[in-house]
């Protein structure tokens, strides 16, 4: 497939005069000028936000998602894993920088308020109309919600998007209703774990995803991307993602691993009694992955002075990066399915093991847990509240959009979209305005 058809865009646009800016640099630009993108200052990582300046955000987060996305794309530019590099390849197949930055920086724009108990919600919520995935709802806001056109969102390039779509099926092929648990009466109540949504694209989406992104894909390929791992018990899993979902996933997956694991030691959430008693016992984890030794690790990373744990951090970013290679698989013919990036199995090991901490101890730790329950019934009566009586509820501009849709499943997706894009702050002074009688006023800006 030639580059020029991966740089089509769904609506035809003229370009400025005197641009000289590549299609891709076209994407970074639109994305970073982008509301979306900045909302995601106010929008949970991990930590509530509020408490501190220091700890990262929904933006921090995506930023060094996409340093490091660009540091793999370096790396495996030189080509040294493979027996015969061939550069012309490599050339062609590789994502340019503004590319995998533009990638990187929206991979999490479709993630609500709150983290992942704001999209636990949103699922349930919408459990009777599409249902509600953050992945999913990026390549929404790419493509239909931000503001950049009227009715194409930021009309970015068809291989951004296909670098975007992490996850290839629809949710309606995706979910698994028996994987559900049951919702209570008091449906805040509802336990995430059993709500959790499957990992895929909104079906709102799939004329998009079909008939745009993966037009240029021979017959072969289409079906054979689009396939899904089935399970009785859980919801499907898609089995294939593009070259440069590969790499942005590999970014995201040492970026949330190391740099959450780099505020949970700074904010004392983790110590190093924690981190000896976590690796006892593991040490052939450690040995295998350049011989290293954890006790010597823990040392830097508890260290009084702050620099040497940085310095220990950035170490094992750059080794995970380093061990990144390019795996072919022959069953696909488009070089942008047939070549994923892979981490070293040994390295990758380690990166889990250190994850599995900072799950354990943060993640799961009950405040972490309060603070996404709370997230999950703000978000839900919110919903409650604004389905209930949308005319009298939602803003003009959104109300208009819900009464030019035809049906209930319409309807209730433009209330999902307005609750989705909200901050966290914003979330919680709408709910507050509503619910709590000795708050709000007329004059209250929102």
Known sequence: MTQEYWEDRLLKQERKTNDLRTEYERDFSRLIHSSAFRRLQAKTQVLGLGES???????THSMEVAQIGAGIKRHLKKGEYLKKPDEKILDEILPSSALINAIC??????????????????????????????????????????????KNGLNPTRRLLLGVLKYPI??????????YGQIPQKIWLAKADSQKPPKCYLDTEKDIVENFILAPLNKNDKNLFVQSAISAKKHSTPKFHSLDASIMELADDI?????????????????????????KGKEAIFKQCNNLNYQEIGEK???????????????????????????ENDQFDEPLLKWNAVMDEKWDDLRDHIFRLVYEKVIKSTNVQLLEFKGQKIVIELFEALSSD??????????????????????????????????????????????????????DHL
């Open 301 to 327: 990373l508890f260290s009084q002075n702050s620099y040497e744990r940085k310095e220990l951090i950035g170490a094992l970013v750059h080794n995970l990066i380093t061990s990144i290679y390019l795996k």
């Open 255 to 279: 970026s949330y691993s190391l740099h959450d694991f780099e505020d949970a030691i700074s904010l004392k959430l983790i110590t190093k009694d924690d981190w000896l008693l976590h690796n």
């Open 105 to 150: 920086l929206a991979h999490d724009l479709g993630h609500p308020p709150f983290g992942h108990g704001g999209e636990v919600a949103l699922n349930i919520c919408m459990r009777e109309f599409g249902g509600f995935e953050g992945n999913g709802q990026t390549l929404r806001i790419l493509t239909k919600l931000e503001k950049y056109t009227e």
């Open 53 to 59: 300046d220091f700890y990262r955000t929904r933006l």
């Open 170 to 179: 629809p949710y309606s092929e995706a979910c698994n209703p028996q994987f």
């Open 390 to 443: 949308p005319k009298r509820l939602l803003p003009k501009s959104t109300w208009s959009k819900y009464d030019s849709e035809k049906s209930d499943k319409d309807r209730m997706r433009v209330i999902c979209d307005y609750i989705s894009g909200m901050t966290d702050e914003y979330a919680t002074r709408l709910y507050e305005k509503i619910y709590a009688p000795h708050k709000g006023s007329i004059f």
